[in-house]
């Protein structure tokens, strides 16, 4: 892809396919979303609900993105096209394209955030009282210049990554910032299960209390399932566009699957056990990454002030990581659009891409308090983006995703990419195959539907 009529690129390893591709699910959905979600939910009996959800519902969608994408070897809105052959399910692609866009807008501001954290770490102020912690991610939040020079940095940075190519680019920058970002959690969660009291921490995560599992606690662990692997986003239907012929599709979302529960537990073992040890309440919800925390790190290690100081630091750092290799996926999903339907060139569709983004992540972080005008029906900018892409857009692509795979496309063709052309047709497969369809016609859509009534209040 570096020139616009080249021939498509390609993943130049398996090691590229599953730290890219996992990079896409690796975000701030497992960093920050998921210890909040389990915080709300219960601790244990909320992951035990994940990840029964990530294996029934969450890897059958995350193929069926896999089998489009790779059949249709172009980027997501074309993909649909070329199944749907003309009829109106070729809009689920455009639908995808959609709202990856969006999403990258007001997502950056959030990555944003972590960056000017770290910068905040580096010159020492990040130090104080709880109240100025929060006191202080107001005053950023509705800052109006500071967040927004954040917003366009990383997506610049994003850009120089994009602009690259698939594997001198995405594939390059996947193999260093993956490894990176585990290494930081490793440090982190060893750090914080050392704290005192840090036992009870584990134990909220690890030891079920079903007198908690609720109707709400499973549909928020099955929405945070698809939250947190990027389905629908148009993401994982690009990068699969990039897979040879002789990717598993299975074994990879698999093996995806794994590491997105494996970081999001370690993202729970990195906060709960220092939130205990100094008798903070897990529930503290979204405010929990940039209001609560820095002063959890600096209260935990209050006799070890330099260790609290680098402890803080790296977990800011490695928010941002996470942050750009979702960024990088999103990005990548409208510069393959435009790349490929505009015939512009990739540095030039990159570049159009990033400066959208910047604009709408700009008029998104002013919403949040720095200009009165962008509030909507008491929403800010900011939360309607949130609300129409996560609340409506993710849910419906992902349902007209599964039936259109599950009840649309051949079974041939979908057989076909499923079991590589037939090189994968042992007996076990063939079961396998049968499953995954019973799975996609069925239980996903049917699931979807319940988180999409659940969040409207019609199903209580």
Not at 131 to 154: D, R
Not at 415 to 435: A, C, D, M, P
Request: proline letters at 4%.
């Amino acid at each position: 892809m570096s020139n616009i009529m080249g021939e498509r690129a390609n993943f130049g390893s398996k090691l590229g396919v599953i730290l890219a591709t996992a990079g896409s699910a690796v975000g701030l959905g497992n960093v920050w979303r998921f210890p909040y979600m389990t915080g709300e939910n219960g601790g244990a009996v909320f992951i035990m609900i994940y990840v029964i959800c990530v294996v029934l519902l969450g890897i059958p969608c995350m193929v069926s993105e896999f089998i489009v994408g790779r059949h249709g070897q172009s980027n997501t809105a074309r993909a649909y096209r070329k199944l749907a052959g003309g009829t109106p399910w070729s809009l689920i692609g455009y639908m995808g394209v959609l709202t990856g866009f969006l999403i990258t807008g007001y997502y950056a501001v959030v990555s944003g955030w972590c960056l000017q954290y770290i910068f905040a770490s580096l010159i020492g102020h990040l130090q104080g009282d709880p109240e100025y912690f929060k006191t202080y991610f107001t005053e950023l939040a509705t800052h109006p210049v500071k967040p927004v020079l954040w917003t366009v940095i990383i997506l610049g940075i994003t850009y120089l990554i994009i602009e690259h190519g698939v594997r001198d680019g995405i594939e390059r920058a996947s193999k260093l910032l993956m490894p990176t970002l585990f290494i930081l959690l490793l440090i982190i969660v060893g750090a914080s299960c050392m704290l005192p009291d840090a036992d009870d921490g584990i134990e909220f995560l690890f030891e079920p209390d079903y007198d908690k599992l609720t109707g709400d606690v499973f549909l928020g662990a099955l929405g945070q399932s698809f939250y947190s692997l990027s389905i629908a986003m148009g993401c994982l239907c690009t990068y699969a566009s990039y897979f040879s012929r002789y990717t598993n599709l299975t074994k990879s979302a698999s093996q995806i699957a794994i590491i997105d529960c494996l970081v999001a537990i370690l993202a729970g073992l990195m906060i709960f056990p220092a939130a205990f040890s100094v008798g903070v309440n897990p529930d503290s919800g979204p405010s929990l990454i940039f209001i609560t925390l820095p002063n959890v790190f600096q209260q935990a290690f209050a006799s070890m002030p330099l260790v609290g100081y680098c402890i803080s630091l790296l977990f800011f750092v490695l928010l941002s990581l996470a942050a750009l290799t979702s960024l990088m996926s999103l990005h990548e999903v409208s510069t393959a659009f435009i790349h490929e339907e505009l015939k512009m060139s990739r540095k030039k569709a990159a570049l159009l891409v990033t400066v959208t983004t910047s604009v709408i992540g700009a008029f998104c972080s002013l919403s949040m308090g720095a200009v009165d005008g962008l509030v909507f029906f008491g929403k800010s900018l900011f939360d309607w983006f949130d609300f129409i892409t996560g609340q409506i857009f993710l849910p419906i692509v992902g349902f007209l995703t599964c039936i259109f795979i599950g009840w649309f496309v051949p079974h041939q063709i979908v057989r076909n990419e499923f079991t590589n052309q037939g090189e994968l047709k042992s007996i076990g497969y063939v079961r396998l195959f049968h499953v995954y369809i019973f799975l996609v016609k069925y239980v996903c859509p049917l699931a979807i539907l319940l988180v999409f009534l659940h969040q409207f209040g019609l199903l209580s």
